[in-house]
C-alpha cells in the first residue's frame, strides 16, 4: 500500500514544505483525536518538541487540531522522544506527540506518534489517520462545549530525569568518571547532562546552546568530530554524543576513537547474558547491522534476529519474540526493560555502568569485534522500478552467490528518497568494493537508459 504521509518514522519533511505545514499538522491532530475519541472521560494527549524554529508552528498548530477534536493537551516543551514515550504512559495519556526530525538538518521537521502504552502507532492506524486526512475532516469537530484546553506543564523533564537515573544498577554510581557529553543542540540539552551530574559524573557538555537553526549542525551522534575533539582536550574517560532528539547515541572512547550501535550492542547483549537478564537468548537488529556482531554473538552462544530499517520494525519483532535488547547500527537502541522506544541516554548509561563495575576503559569495553569491510553506495533514480529490471536482477543474484560462504548482500529501496542503497560486507574488501561498484553500475546504467 502507498502512503501518502507517513514513512518509516512518523511524517517528516522540510518545513513549510508538504506534508510539514500548519494546515497539516492541525488536520493530523484532528484525524488522530477523532480516532483515540473513545468514551465520555476527558481525553488527553502530550505533546514534546526538539529545538528546531519550526517546532514553534508545528506545535500549536497540533493544539488546534487536537483542542478542535476535544482532547486536553498537556505541552511538555523541549524533550527527548523517549521521554514522551515515558510520560505518555506515566500521565495515562491518550496519546503522545513528538514534533521532532531526529538527526535531520533544522529545516526538516516532523510528527512521531505514540499510543497510550508509548508505542509508535501501528501501520494500521497510520493508515486510517491517512485515510481520515483525505476525508472532509472537519466534520469530526468537538461540539462547542467539548473543546479541549491546553496548558503548559512544568517540571517534567525532572520526571524523565528520574527515570533515567533508575536504569543505571543500584551499585554503580558515576563518580571519578568525566563524561564528556554532545547535545546536538537539541532535545536533550537540559536533561541528559543534569541527569548525568546526579549520577555523580564530573561532566563536560557541548551542543547544549540551541537557537532554532543549529541542531544537529556539525555536532551530534551524525557529527562526532567535535565531541572527539573536546574528549582529547578535557582527557574524558568517555564521550557521548546525541542526536536532535535524544533516541540514538554513539559512543567516544578515551582516545577518541567512535563506537557505533553494533558495538553497543555487543556489550549490552554480552553483560546481560552474563548477569542472566538477557531475553531471547539474542538481540534484534536490521539487515544493515555488520556480520561481525552476529559472529560475536554466535561465539557466545546467543543469536541475532534481523529485521527491515527502521527501529519499529525491531520493536514489533522485540515485543513478538519477547526479547529485551535490540536496535541499529546507527545507535538506536531498544532496551524494553525500560522503555518502549530508543533512548540514547539510558543506553550510554548501561555502558557506564560496565565501565565502572569492571574498571576497564571504554576502549576495553566496547570493542568487542572487528567489523567486517562493509560498503554502502546509493543510487538515485528518477522514475520506474529499477530493481525489477532482468539484467538488475541477474546482477544481484551472482553477487549473492559470490558473497554466500564469506559475506552479505543487502539491496533496498529508500523509504524517504528515490534511492536505491546498495550494501555489501565480507571478508575480503576489495571483493566487497568491486561488486558493490559493479552493482551500482548496473542499476545505474538502467536508469540511464529509462531516462
Not at 78 to 99: C, F, H, K
Request: charged fraction near 25%; hydrophobic fraction near 40%.
Amino acid at each position: 500500500m502507498t502512503r501518502r504521509y507517513f514513512g518509516t518514522d512518523g511524517i517528516r519533511g522540510q518545513s513549510n514544505h508538504f506534508p510539514m505545514t500548519p494546515d497539516l499538522a492541525m488536520r493530523v491532530g484532528i484525524a488522530v483525536g477523532t480516532i483515540f475519541r473513545r468514551g465520555h472521560h476527558r481525553h488527553r494527549v502530550v505533546i514534546g518538541k526538539d529545538t528546531r524554529l519550526s517546532g514553534y508552528m508545528l506545535e500549536n498548530a497540533l493544539v488546534a487540531g487536537f483542542t478542535a477534536a476535544g482532547l486536553d493537551v498537556f505541552l511538555l516543551g523541549p524533550i527527548p522522544t523517549p521521554a514522551v514515550a515515558m510520560l505518555t504512559r506515566s500521565l495515562r495519556a491518550d496519546i503522545g506527540v513528538m514534533i521532532s526530525a531526529s538527526h535531520n538538518p533544522f529545516a526538516d521537521n516532523g510528527i512521531k506518534l505514540f499510543g497510550p502504552d508509548g508505542y509508535k502507532l501501528s501501520d494500521e492506524l497510520e493508515a486510517q489517520i491517512e485515510d481520515l486526512l483525505e476525508q472532509d475532516i472537519y466534520g469530526q469537530l468537538a461540539p462547542a462545549h467539548e473543546i479541549g484546553r491546553a496548558k503548559r506543564v512544568e517540571g517534567d523533564i525532572y520526571r524523565y530525569i528520574e527515570f533515567v537515573k533508575r536504569t543505571l544498577p543500584r551499585d554503580v554510581t558515576l563518580h571519578g568518571l568525566r563524561v564528556a557529553i554532545d547535545c546536538a543542540n537539541g532535545a536533550a540539552y537540559k536533561v541528559a547532562p543534569l541527569a548525568l551530574w546526579e549520577l555523580g559524573a564530573e561532566v563536560v557538555t557541548i551542543g547544549n546552546e540551541p537557537n532554532g537553526t543549529n541542531i544537529n549542525l556539525d555536532c551530534g551522534s551524525t557529527h562526532p568530530a567535535a565531541l572527539q575533539k573536546k574528549v582529547h582536550e578535557v582527557r574524558a574517560d568517555i564521550g557521548i554524543a546525541l542526536d536532535g532528539d535524544a533516541d540514538r547515541v554513539i559512543i567516544v572512547d578515551e582516545n577518541g576513537a567512535i563506537v557505533d550501535g553494533d558495538q553497543l550492542m555487543a556489550v549490552i547483549a554480552d553483560t546481560w547474558a552474563h548477569d542472566q537478564i538477557l531475553k531471547g537468548d539474542g538481540i534484534v537488529a536490521t539487515v544493515m547491522s555488520n556480520l561481525g556482531l552476529e559472529r560475536f554473538l554466535s561465539g557466545k552462544g546467543l543469536s541475532l534476529a534481523r529485521t527491515k530499517v527502521g527501529d519499529r520494525y525491531v520493536v514489533e519483532h522485540m515485543r513478538q519474540h519477547n526479547f529485551n535488547v535490540g536496535g541499529e547500527q546507527s545507535g538506536h537502541i531498544v532496551l524494553s526493560d525500560f522503555g518502549t522506544t530508543g533512548d540514547g541516554l539510558v543506553a550510554a548509561l548501561q555502558i557506564l555502568a560496565c565501565v565502572k563495575r569492571t574498571g576497564k576503559t571504554v576502549s576495553e569495553i566496547c570493542h568487542r569485534f572487528d567489523p567486517v569491510p562493509q560498503l554502502l553506495r546509493n543510487v538515485r533514480y528518477s522514475g520506474g522500478k529499477p530493481l525489477e529490471d532482468t539484467a538488475v536482477k541477474q546482477a544481484i543474484a551472482d553477487a549473492e552467490s559470490e558473497l554466500s560462504k564469506n559475506g552479505r548482500l543487502v539491496i533496498r529501496p529508500s523509504g524517504t528518497e528515490p534511492l536505491i542503497r546498495v550494501m555489501a560486507e565480507g571478508d575480503d574488501r576489495s571483493q566487497v568494493e568491486r561488486i558493490v561498484n559493479d552493482l551500482v553500475d548496473v542499476i545505474a546504467n538502467v536508469r540511464s537508459e529509462a531516462a
